[in-house]
């Protein structure tokens, strides 16, 4: 029974060997790519129903001079202060603005600018902004503070009246 193993054994071997070996010593040809390559790939932009079907229609609208949109392009939630004059007597409102969000500033009693006041990491900075515009506040790498930058935006993007949510059909924006 023992001679019948051995005999068994080699021959499964000489069979691995027969069929692995000549495998493995022939030229395989490549098999063709299942894409092209990314350097080979070609951007097609989109068709303008493809990006309606994905984009819900929006439109602009002027930012009103007597107020100013503040973004927080940052990526942790950001508290600040800003000069309500519009409250009698005039008085200092705390504002939270989560990332990625802005907030409208609104003061009709005052003249062209706002006093906005908040910690950028190392101390408080207070200064006067204008109204009818828009400041991003972000961090920077560099300074190790939160910056506050003037865009040149003047305007709001906003979905269009009754516009339909392509993400939740049947629910307006």
């Not at 691995?16 to 990314?38: D, E, K, M, N, Y």
């Not at 409102?93 to 600018?113: E, L, R, V, Y």
């Not at 515009?133 to 003047?154: D, K």
Request: hydrophobic fraction near 40%; proline fraction near 11%; charge should be neutral.
């Amino acid at each position: 029974m023992n001679r019948s193993c051995a005999a068994a054994v080699t021959a499964i071997a000489v069979l691995l060997v027969c069929v692995f070996v000549p495998a493995a010593t022939t030229a395989q040809t490549p098999r063709p790519p299942l894409a092209p390559g990314w350097n080979e790939f070609k951007y097609a932009p989109p068709s303008d129903s493809e990006k309606m079907a994905v984009v819900p229609p929006f439109q602009t609208i002027p930012i009103p001079d007597d107020e100013v949109d503040i973004r927080n392009i940052g990526n942790a939630e950001l508290a600040l202060s800003y000069w309500n004059a519009d409250e009698s007597p005039g008085a200092w409102q705390t504002i939270t603005i989560a990332p990625g969000q802005s907030f409208p500033i609104k003061c009709h009693k005052c003249s062209k600018t706002v006093s906005i006041s908040f910690h950028d990491g190392k101390q408080n900075k207070e200064f006067p902004i204008s109204l009818g515009g828009e400041y991003t506040i972000s961090w920077s790498s560099a300074q190790n503070v939160w910056v506050f930058n003037s865009t040149p935006q003047r305007y709001r993007i906003v979905p269009q009246d009754n516009a339909i949510n392509p993400f939740m059909p049947g629910r307006v924006i």
